[in-house]
């Protein structure tokens, strides 16, 4: 397995035919910190993501992974690589545990079967292993999807709107669990439209629009009324 | 890659088992179509000579796009696709494993078609069972191979249903040719081996253009 302490994009773009979703986005993200990928529908943010978890080519730039690009690291990359996308990734008729034991032994986890159950207990469902997922409520399976997302152990976490759904409890779990996760020395990417929640929590900012970086804020705070006034001049 | 194509294959079973969706649907669909041209072209007890063989694989190539179609609308619900992409192991193999999922699929439905259509149009179909187990075999993986490819391909397509049979036929019809051929050569009063085995040369060879196609593609189009 690959593993870094940073995650570099230099001048990354992305056109989809004549469209260019990602114009020229360059940051840095380090161990132990989360960036925050903050702006509107259409800003540019699952893009960036997508090709953070090499599932998109950029079209122009590179994205290095410590100091390998993802051409260079091949597929043992991905073992470094967790994303919990809008949607949950899940098959809802097989069981949590299915479910988690699949994934487990699809990222190589050694003992998927243990990995499983310590993810179920993590999402405080280890007496719901047994049911299959579609008879969870949203909030459930988020946390179920999350614990997929993590049970590699990934060095990048990416998480594309994780906060969507949840009831208060939960969201708050998701944030115990995201400062645990930089704790840890993770490098998490998250993209989310819920300022509220976000605050306090990045370490730093991008704020996105039309594709375009329109301002890297450093340990953000006020993060409502400072996206009002960026998204503001933006205009 | 064998493991991770196991565990897609493991995983993908598992899924049907418990739904039997497209077991019911494919199987459904199949035997309607026989049953349709049974009707049709059985006059007073007698089929059409060689019609078997053509109406076995008619059967064959709608159900097995109906099985291509709603076992990738599976991974495309709750974009599972992505997660399996993300996997630490060469991509090809997610291929691979969805491959060997719609060969099971299509194997369990050859093994009620071929005795449906050997009782109704009276045909010798299981007079050399090793012959056409290597046709059936043969043309099913020449058949899913490129459907498994281009159902990948047309996962985010709007009109993927459409779509799917009118690039994959165009494709497969030389499969669908020499497992016609080969399965009619099966039914001649004098069977002739040396026809029957020059069929299933060349639908092993086709199998081999189509699987290395579809193996050196399928990162590229799933990335892009």
Known sequence: MIDFTELTAEGVSRHFGRRRAISRISFQAHSGSILGLLGPNGAGKSTMLAMLATLLRPSEGHIRYGSHTSKQAGASLRSAIGILGHDLFLYPELTARENLVFFAALYGVADSHAAADAALTRAGLGDRGGDPVSSFSRGMRQRVALERALIHRPRLVLLDEPFTGLDDASAGALVARLRGLRGDGTIVVLATHDLDLAEGLLDHAMFLREGRAVENVARPDALRSTYRSIMGRAT | ?224
Do not use: N
Not at chain 2, 38 to 49: C, H, S, T
Not at chain 2, 161 to 185: E, M
């Open chain 2, 1 to 224: 890659m064998i493991r991770t194509a196991w565990l897609i294959l493991r995983k993908d079973l598992t899924v049907e088992v418990r739904s039997l969706e497209i077991a019911y649907t494919t199987l459904f669909f199949a035997i309607s179509c026989v049953l349709f041209f049974a009707f049709a072209l059985v006059k007073e007890g007698k089929a059409p000579e060689d019609g078997a063989a053509g109406i076995l694989w008619i059967a064959i190539a709608f159900a097995g796009t109906l099985a291509l179609g709603r076992t990738f609308e599976r991974e495309r619900q709750s974009e599972t696709l992505r997660a399996l992409l993300m996997a630490p192991s060469d991509r090809p193999a997610i291929y691979v494993g969805k491959l060997l999922g719609i060969i099971a699929l299509l194997v369990g439905a050859e093994l009620v078609l071929v005795p449906l259509v050997a009782f109704l149009f009276q045909a010798p179909l299981l007079g050399h069972p090793f012959w056409l187990a290597a046709i059936l075999l043969s043309g099913t993986l020449g058949f899913a191979s490129v459907g498994t490819l281009f159902s990948a391909m047309l996962v985010r397509a709007r009109s993927r249903d459409v779509l799917l049979p009118v690039l994959l036929y165009p494709i497969t019809v030389p499969v669908i040719i020499a497992g016609v051929r080969a399965t009619a050569a099966l039914l001649q009063p004098d069977v002739e081996l040396a026809i029957v085995r020059f069929w299933v040369m060349l639908l092993l060879a086709l199998d081999v253009v189509f699987l290395t196609l579809a193996l050196w593609t399928f990162e590229p189009l799933m990335t892009d």
